[in-house]
């Protein structure tokens, strides 16, 4: 059964980078695209952006200037880095696979999200 | 910009309901690759609907999803008390990008 763990600093201060880490368990991260979402406490969903093993990224243009994504094979996860954050980038952040196929732009699985709050 | 949905729908057991998407040319109206999530409270999101109109194993054939023009739409039918929930759709918007929709409050009555 795949799982997938986000850890990292539950409060990181308004200007500063916020470091994530999703620890894949239960399937090679070789054979997939990973992603990074957010949800806003009481807001909707917002796709951050994919990776894929290779290294290969695509991300939100909204968010592009200030996202890095990046994948530790050996480790079998990925990370999140968003640089510059403000009290918006408050979020339950969530990390998602999406399958590797013609048209598999979805997410079948998630890790259980964890909220990080931006706050001096 | 993100995907056009109700805030919030409602109905009783045992009925249907629908819940819209509405997108644009660039990406609902042009791709049929809209997925579908149910999220209950402080739970991640479960893919319900994917490719537009496709259920994962394991997911109830209650669960529908359908396309006309710009709007996904999914219908869930014989409305059970546990599919009180948000649901949010997902459409490919190309160049290697997604975008979801607000989200709507799917009552139980």
């Known amino acids: 059964q795949v799982q997938l763990q986000e850890s990292g600093p539950g409060l990181v201060k308004p200007s500063e980078t916020l470091s994530l880490t999703c620890t894949v368990s239960?399937?090679?991260?070789?054979?997939?695209?990973w992603s990074w979402i957010r949800q806003p406490p009481g807001k909707g969903l917002e796709w951050i952006g994919f990776?894929?093993?290779?290294?290969?990224?695509d991300y939100n243009p909204s968010l592009k200037s200030r996202v890095t994504i990046s994948v530790d094979t050996s480790n079998n996860q990925f990370s999140l880095k968003l640089s510059s954050v403000t009290a918006a980038d408050t979020a339950v952040y969530y990390c998602?696979?999406?399958?590797?196929?013609?048209?598999?732009?979805?997410?079948?699985?998630w890790g259980q999200g964890t909220l990080v709050t931006v706050s001096s | 910009s993100a995907l056009t949905q109700p805030a919030s729908v409602s109905g009783s057991p045992g009925q249907s309901i629908t819940i819209s998407c509405t997108g644009a040319s660039s990406d609902v109206g042009t791709y049929n690759l809209v997925s579908w999530y149910q999220q209950h409270p402080g739970k991640a999101p479960k893919v319900m609907i994917y490719?537009?109109?496709k259920r994962p194993s394991g997911v109830s054939n209650r669960f529908s999803g359908s396309k006309s023009g710009n709007t996904a739409s999914l219908t869930i039918s014989g409305l059970q008390a546990e599919d009180e929930a948000d649901y949010y759709c997902c459409s490919y918007a190309g160049s290697n990008i997604v975008v979801f929709g607000g989200g709507t409050k799917l009552t139980v009555l």
């Open positions: 490719e537009g109109s």
């Open positions: 990776i894929y093993y290779s290294g290969s990224t």
């Open positions: 239960g399937d090679s991260i070789s054979n997939y695209f």
């Open positions: 998602a696979r999406r399958p590797v196929y013609g048209g598999s732009y979805f997410f079948d699985y």
